[in-house]
């Protein structure tokens, strides 16, 4: 039940096919050159020191070390997650909003399915916990990332509407009610393809991966399916929580829009008078 | 009784006032004096120093969003958030009354916004702004888009709000409309001096 092992010769002769992206490129002059050669040095070695971190790790099945790896992982997401927002909150506040809502979301998914639904013995056991985590937190990163996106733009798009239903009374969480139902829908949407199309167009990753190791397919399909289900739950609870959060801090306690917080965000232009 | 102390609005000299109920005070003053600034920062709009109290009642002792339902800025320009007018609009037989004030009826709240001329669009935030009756009205230029029979419209519409004590704070460049609504006149400069005149006709 167990994979052929790779020699380093196929890695080269694997990598051998990046070679021709490099060749596209140069042909093309689209000077992506440099560009694959880093991202393909990095991904080897990011990919090589979590493989050598994770046979430490999970050698060990120590509930600290799984602990540290699993805050890494949350971290090193919370600050990619903040990264890739165009205008963010101008405070560490941000930081702590991308990484708490990571930590709830993927911590309560992975608890959840690693301690309820598989139930291994321990129930911190890092082969389980930690691959969890991992595609939990990738894709509740991404839908985070399309809610506060979709949320922060329309704010500063809309901001004389929502200016117009706090004047009129509103609390924020009223002026945002429609903006924050369209950042929660556009969050899903990912999810919703990817199950629409999973085993008819794309074989998911983790079930293509345990076919390659040998599992029974019918197995790797129920892991898959329980995965989706833990995504999608991780995914909408992340990016409820990470837009309601982004509306406090856009918002301040006289429910008042204050944009001038969104770095990035055109300073409050001065109306007519 | 709107009561206005010290109030610190960023770029303003401080300001202090009162309005009675029933009363019209004028805010003059040329573009980018602050007319808006000072009237969306008695909306509790943006962030501002000082005192401001509406029947003995300072804005910090009640929620942001209370002190908008008495205290109400319509701006010159209003914004909507729905593709058409009815969703604005709680439904109410006040509505209708309202709407018939300015001219306009059913039709114009079925209608797309983006369809309605700007004089219509004013006029229906005007509405939107009164309809659930508000202590006191900070009317931003509140005719600048509208022609001599709706402006006339309108006035008659504030003069209405003056009767039933609410108290009014209207920003406009028409002095004739302004002698003919405002009791009092506040004065912002462009500079760091300001005065305020009593006297103008009621």
């Known amino acids: 039940m167990n994979a052929i092992p790779l020699s380093a010769v196929d890695l080269v002769l694997a990598a051998a096919l990046l070679i021709v992206n490099g060749i596209i490129s140069v042909v093309f002059g689209l000077r992506l050159e440099r560009s694959l050669a880093i991202a393909a040095i990095r991904m080897v070695v990011q990919l090589a020191v979590v493989g050598y971190v994770l046979k430490f790790v999970l050698e060990q099945t120590s509930p600290v070390w799984t602990a540290l790896v699993a805050l890494v992982m949350v971290l090193v997401a919370g600050i990619e997650l903040m990264q890739r927002q165009e205008r963010r909150p101008r405070s560490w506040l941000a930081y702590g909003l991308g990484n708490a809502t990571l930590l709830l979301a993927g911590g309560l998914a992975t608890l959840y399915a690693a301690t309820i639904v598989i139930g291994p013995s321990p129930w911190y056991a890092p082969r389980y916990v930690l691959p969890i985590l991992g595609m939990v937190l990738g894709n509740t990163l991404t839908s985070i990332s399309l809610a506060l996106q979709t949320l922060n733009e329309g704010a500063e798009r809309e901001r004389s509407a929502i200016e117009a239903r706090i004047a009129l009374g509103a609390t924020r969480l009223q002026a945002f009610s429609g903006l924050l139902r369209q950042s929660l829908r556009t969050a899903t949407t990912p999810l919703l393809n990817s199950m629409a199309v999973a085993g008819v167009v794309t074989l998911p990753g983790m079930m293509a991966g345990q076919i390659l190791a040998g599992a029974d397919p019918s197995e790797a399909a129920k892991y898959q399916i329980m995965i989706l289900f833990v995504l999608a739950g991780a995914s909408g609870l992340g990016a409820f929580a990470a837009a309601l959060g982004s509306v406090f801090l856009m918002t301040d306690a006289r429910h008042r829009l204050r944009l001038d917080r969104l770095a990035g965000a055109r300073r409050g232009a001065n109306r007519n008078s | ?202």
Do not use: N
């Open chain 2, 1 to 202: 009784m709107l009561r206005v102390d010290y109030l610190a609005v960023p770029g303003l000299p401080t300001l202090s006032f009162e309005v009675a109920a029933g009363e019209c005070l004028a805010v003059e003053g040329p573009s980018g004096s602050g007319k808006t600034r000072m009237l969306r920062a008695l909306a509790d709009l943006d962030p501002a120093g000082g005192y401001v109290h509406l029947d003995g009642v300072e804005r910090s002792e009640m929620r942001g969003p209370q002190w908008r339902r008495h205290v109400r800025y319509a701006s010159a320009e209003p914004a909507w958030w729905a593709p058409t007018g009815v969703e604005h609009f709680p439904k109410s037989a006040r509505l209708d009354r309202l709407l018939s004030a300015l001219a306009l009826d059913d039709g114009h709240l079925r209608r797309p916004i983006a369809e309605l001329s700007t004089g219509e669009r004013q006029r229906l935030g005007l509405i939107r702004a009164l309809v659930d009756e508000p202590r006191v009205l900070l009317l931003d230029e509140p005719t600048s888009a509208l022609d001599t029979t709706s402006a006339a419209m309108t006035e008659e519409l504030i003069k209405y709000q003056l009767l039933a004590e609410r108290i009014v704070l209207l920003v406009s460049h028409d002095v004739a409309q302004i002698e003919r609504l405002a009791h009092a006149r506040l004065q912002l400069a462009a500079a760091t001096t300001f005065r305020r005149s009593e006297g103008a006709a009621a």
